[in-house]
């Protein structure tokens, strides 16, 4: 199906309703967000709509950025249009009653508003009050893919790391020529140091060797396995793919991140720059990859209120209905910053997963590390379960046994943000844990405005809980070969593609049968 041609899906499940419309809030489009778009729009009532908020103007299809960043002519195969959801202005935003999109910043959130502003440049800046929220942000990428130019954790930057894009506003033309420059710089170095041996690490290590035999690339990994939160198969093999691309694998040595700053060449030079670890051991390399880990998305939640984010991971609290938890007071009132309101894709997605491996700086424990994952994963990672009677409640009510209040049961995380009981950071989990989320929002909304739940729809008087299934992943290893886990078995394939399987992304966001020519849309 050409994107030219193509329904909006979203927009028709909406009917008209008479002002004022209340609202349910998205911060975030993709993998979660995206699915939490689809689940609500297809169950709200009148008077109800969806606005769905990102910073980028297509879905970025991020479990392939890593290969893309290494080979060129499928850049723009990352970025999936958002065609079953209409798109809406800032200023347009309070006129709107039926389901729309935005692309705008989230500046700050409070427990029924949130403040956007334009990306570029930030001037227009506009709030949009909601009845419930569905907090999908995700983490901020390491550097090696993150479009949006982060800084390391600590404010490292090293000095001979690839140099900063200009300015990035979101756009696809913008995010393929990010990854283009990314191409350019990798073809240019004769040799390259991939610090973290996570799934992304792992990647872009074989790509690039898979791809430029003549480089020298070395991966370094500060633990004695690589991929440690897997079966001790999916280290063996994946170290074996390494070396069977000659890539150079240094194991059990941390990088000591004063050496960045500190290195052998000078400013220009086209000699190779050298590195150390904290066992004095250096390395010689004129293009550094830190591959060392994403940092939670959660500082809005924090600014919000500081007890929303565990700080020794940064990661949000939430219950297993998703929702954010904060528990009250013994003596029920409300948090003091309530009152200020000024300025306050089911199948591709099974065969992408997240995995926690070390972290940017001296932690060991961490934020994950991107993982490319496209193996045929158990049909669902989250076992739903009920919970918390609505029975006498409305939904303003805190809507929990008093062992599990929150002060803030209309907002739910999902993804990378949320401290979600060990469930490994993936694609599909965020899948899953948006429709349980949805689903729960679904219950209070039907519950608020007493509309009949049918039996089929299976939205009884009681919230899910969200319990994480067995980890599942499946990394490349170069161009054909990769190793999975699935249900606790380990395995190697040969059957990869150049672009990562693309189109089934794009048909998992409603474009089944997308051409090579529709995929530059």
Do not use: M, R, S, W
């Given at each position: 199906m050409s994107v030219t041609t193509k329904a909006s899906h979203l927009s028709s499940t909406s009917m008209p309703t008479t002002f004022p419309t209340r609202t349910v809030a998205i911060l975030g489009g993709s993998y979660g967000g995206s699915r939490a778009a689809q689940v609500l729009a297809e169950g709200m009532p009148q008077g109800w709509r969806v606005v769905l908020v990102d910073r980028n103007s297509h879905l970025n299809h991020v479990y392939n950025f890593s290969r893309y960043a290494v080979l060129a002519g499928h850049e723009h195969k990352a970025f999936i249009p958002y065609i079953n959801i209409p798109s809406s202005s800032l200023s347009d935003i309070p006129s709107c009653s039926s389901h729309v999109r935005v692309q705008a910043t989230i500046t700050s959130i409070d427990n029924h508003r949130i403040i956007l502003s334009q990306n570029l440049p930030e001037l227009q800046q506009s709030s949009l009050d909601f009845d419930y929220a569905i907090y999908a942000l995700g983490s901020h990428l390491p550097s090696p893919i993150d479009l949006w130019n982060h800084q390391n954790e600590g404010g490292l930057k090293p000095n001979f790391e690839p140099p900063e894009i200009p300015t990035y506003g979101g756009t696809k033309p913008e995010g393929i020529s990010s990854l283009r420059e990314r191409q350019k710089r990798v073809e240019a170095a004769t040799s390259v140091l991939v610090v973290g041996g996570g799934a992304l690490g792992i990647q872009f290590a074989s790509d690039i060797a898979a791809v430029y035999p003549q480089k020298r690339v070395t991966l370094l990994h500060s633990r004695r396995r690589l991929l440690p939160k897997f079966d001790d198969a999916m280290h063996e093999e994946a170290l074996q793919g390494l070396q069977e691309l000659n890539v150079r694998v240094i194991l059990g040595e941390r990088l000591d991140f004063e050496s960045l700053q500190h290195t052998s060449a000078t400013k220009g030079s086209s000699e190779p720059r050298v590195v150390r670890t904290l066992s004095g051991r250096e390395i010689s390399a004129d293009l550094l990859l830190l591959c060392t880990g994403q940092i939670p998305n959660t500082g809005l939640l924090r600014d919000m209120d500081p007890r929303t984010v565990a700080p020794d991971t940064g990661l949000t609290r939430v219950l297993r209905t998703m929702q954010l938890h904060v528990p009250p007071p013994f003596e029920p009132h409300k948090f003091q910053g309530d009152d200020d309101d000024d300025d306050d894709v089911l199948r591709c997605l099974k065969n992408l997963s997240f995995d926690t491996e070390e972290a940017t700086g001296q932690s060991e424990s961490s934020p994950s590390s991107l993982s490319i994952a496209y193996a045929d994963l158990p049909s669902t990672s989250s076992s739903p379960r009920t919970l918390y009677s609505l029975s006498s409640l409305s939904s303003t009510d805190t809507l929990l046994?008093?062992?599990?209040?929150?002060?803030?049961?209309?907002?739910?995380?999902?993804?990378?943000?949320?401290?979600?009981?060990?469930?490994?950071?993936?694609?599909?989990?965020?899948?899953?844990?948006?429709?349980?989320?949805a689903r729960n929002i679904l219950r209070l909304i039907r519950r608020d405005e007493k509309v009949g739940i049918l039996a089929e729809d299976d939205l009884d008087s009681e919230l899910e809980e969200y319990a994480p299934g067995p980890p599942a992943i499946k990394v490349s290893l170069g161009m054909t070969k990769s190793v999975y886990e699935v249900n606790g078995v380990v395995g190697t394939k040969n059957d990869g593609v150049e672009d990562l399987n693309a189109a089934v992304m794009w048909a998992a966001c409603g474009m089944p049968d997308v051409s090579e020519e529709d995929m530059f849309a």
């Open positions: 046994d008093p062992c599990q209040e929150t002060l803030y049961p209309n907002i739910f995380v999902v993804g990378d943000a949320a401290d979600a009981f060990d469930a490994i950071k993936a694609g599909h989990t965020a899948y899953y844990q948006a429709e349980v989320a």
